[in-house]
């Protein structure tokens, strides 16, 4: 599992352990520092970054007897893609392709690819499938199309790649985002008895539990070859795509005394997309998605009111990948390529 110390890694990896799975990460531990509670699972390493790895000679060998490989490793949104455009089209495009050829090469079956419904982008109002057009307005949007379809065409009878492009994630993770819509709404709310609402509260996104991702990867790599065998699935529920608004009001009725207020010149974001999620639920029946927005919030507010999260943290760059990064490379622990430090020294 690539990205095994992130936001989704972190509640895969203990999951997949519990189910009698051996789980081998690689992760560049940029984030490293961003916990908000102990990573329950500590898990051996290939290495760090992918981009390293790829290059290695004896990657092949590395990945020979794996059963699948989950790559979750990525610039993982639109503010980390915008830092160096290019730099997100090598991570999260380019090593991910090279990837998923040694993996091919060293005969592993199983390719699960974190996509994003972010693809879709700007596709107005309508329920969209996994058969829409793709429409993305950020370079972490182009950067995942790219993958998956320089990756499709690996596909063959020994190869099997699946891609699962998630909705927006939300929910607490050790390695906890507050940059993610629930999440910053509901940290907002619960440190500053406001809802902060940065655009106008009108696009529509689709959201789904940390967990419930973790659930879907599960799902992909435990089923049968044909039931995955280069699918691409939306992870998440129809009945869970929601107006920003709406999310607003939810997070407003769960926190004691908390009320919505937009930034200065708050308008719509040109990201507007709703998404279709009923092909996962005929075609996997092993995946079950248990959470609803509200109960998400629910679980949010108790664990920040018990951890007592301040407005300094919120503000702060330990849970907004952005800032982490770049606090990362200021600090000289990563170069502004994002290539660790340790890295650097052993060239």
Same mark, same amino acid.
């Given at each position: 599992?690539?990205?095994?110390?992130?936001?989704?890694? #972190?509640?895969?990896?203990?999951?997949?352990?519990?189910?009698? *799975?051996?789980?081998?990460?690689?992760?560049?531990?940029?984030?490293?520092?961003?916990?908000?509670?102990?990573?329950?699972?500590?898990?051996?390493?290939?290495?760090?970054?992918?981009?390293?790895?790829?290059?290695?000679?004896?990657?092949?060998?590395?990945?020979?007897?794996?059963?699948?490989?989950?790559?979750?490793?990525?610039?993982?949104?639109?503010?980390?893609?915008?830092?160096?455009?290019?730099?997100?089209?090598?991570?999260?495009?380019?090593?991910?392709?090279?990837?998923?050829?040694?993996?091919?090469?060293?005969?592993?079956?199983?390719?699960?690819?974190?996509?994003?419904?972010?693809?879709?982008?700007?596709?107005?109002?309508?329920?969209?499938?996994?058969?829409?057009?793709?429409?993305?307005?950020?370079?972490?949007?182009?950067?995942?199309?790219?993958?998956?379809?320089?990756?499709?065409?690996?596909?063959?009878?020994?190869?099997?790649?699946?891609?699962?492009?998630?909705?927006?994630?939300?929910?607490?993770?050790?390695?906890?985002?507050?940059?993610?819509?629930?999440?910053?709404?509901?940290?907002?709310?619960? #440190?500053?008895?406001?809802? *902060?609402?940065?655009?106008?509260?009108?696009?529509?996104?689709?959201?789904?539990?940390?967990?419930?991702?973790?659930?879907?990867?599960?799902?992909?790599?435990?089923?049968?070859?044909?039931?995955?065998?280069?699918?691409?699935?939306?992870?998440?529920?129809?009945?869970?795509?929601?107006?920003?608004?709406?999310?607003?009001?939810?997070?407003?009725?769960?926190?004691?005394?908390?009320?919505?207020?937009?930034?200065?010149?708050?308008?719509?974001?040109?990201?507007?997309?709703?998404?279709?999620?009923?092909?996962?639920?005929?075609?996997? *029946?092993?995946?079950?998605?248990?959470?609803?927005?509200?109960?998400?919030?629910?679980?949010?507010?108790?664990?920040?009111?018990?951890?007592?999260?301040?407005?300094?943290?919120?503000?702060?760059?330990?849970?907004?990948?952005?800032?982490?990064?770049?606090?990362?490379?200021?600090?000289?622990?990563?170069?502004?390529?994002?290539?660790?430090?340790?890295?650097?020294?052993?060239?």
């Amino acid at each position: 599992m690539t990205g095994h110390l992130g936001y989704i890694g #972190t509640v895969l990896a203990p999951r997949l352990l519990e189910r009698g *799975h051996e789980v081998i990460g690689l992760d560049s531990a940029l984030f490293v520092g961003c916990a908000f509670r102990p990573n329950p699972a500590e898990i051996p390493s290939l290495g760090d970054d992918v981009r390293d790895f790829v290059a290695r000679a004896d990657a092949v060998e590395r990945l020979r007897g794996m059963d699948a490989v989950i790559h979750l490793a990525a610039l993982s949104n639109d503010p980390l893609g915008d830092y160096r455009p290019g730099l997100t089209e090598e991570i999260n495009a380019e090593a991910s392709i090279a990837l998923a050829r040694l993996a091919k090469q060293a005969g592993v079956p199983r390719f699960a690819f974190a996509s994003s419904c972010s693809n879709y982008g700007a596709s107005g109002y309508g329920f969209i499938d996994e058969s829409g057009e793709l429409n993305p307005v950020t370079a972490y949007g182009f950067s995942k199309v790219h993958a998956e379809t320089g990756i499709s065409v690996l596909a063959d009878e020994d190869f099997s790649p699946t891609f699962l492009r998630a909705s927006t994630a939300y929910g607490l993770s050790p390695h906890l985002r507050l940059d993610l819509v629930v999440n910053n709404l509901t940290a907002w709310a619960c #440190t500053t008895g406001e809802v *902060h609402l940065l655009s106008d509260g009108s696009p529509w996104r689709p959201i789904v539990h940390v967990e419930d991702i973790a659930a879907a990867y599960i799902a992909v790599i435990e089923a049968e070859r044909a039931d995955v065998h280069e699918q691409i699935f939306n992870i998440g529920q129809t009945t869970e795509n929601y107006q920003i608004r709406e999310i607003a009001e939810l997070v407003r009725d769960i926190v004691p005394g908390s009320r919505i207020g937009f930034s200065e010149g708050a308008s719509p974001d040109v990201r507007n997309y709703r998404v279709d999620c009923n092909y996962i639920a005929r075609k996997l *029946h092993g995946f079950k998605p248990q959470w609803t927005c509200r109960r998400g919030i629910e679980q949010l507010f108790d664990a920040f009111h018990t951890d007592g999260l301040t407005l300094e943290e919120f503000e702060g760059p330990r849970f907004k990948r952005i800032a982490w990064m770049k606090k990362r490379i200021d600090e000289g622990a990563f170069d502004p390529d994002l290539m660790p430090a340790r890295q650097l020294a052993d060239a």
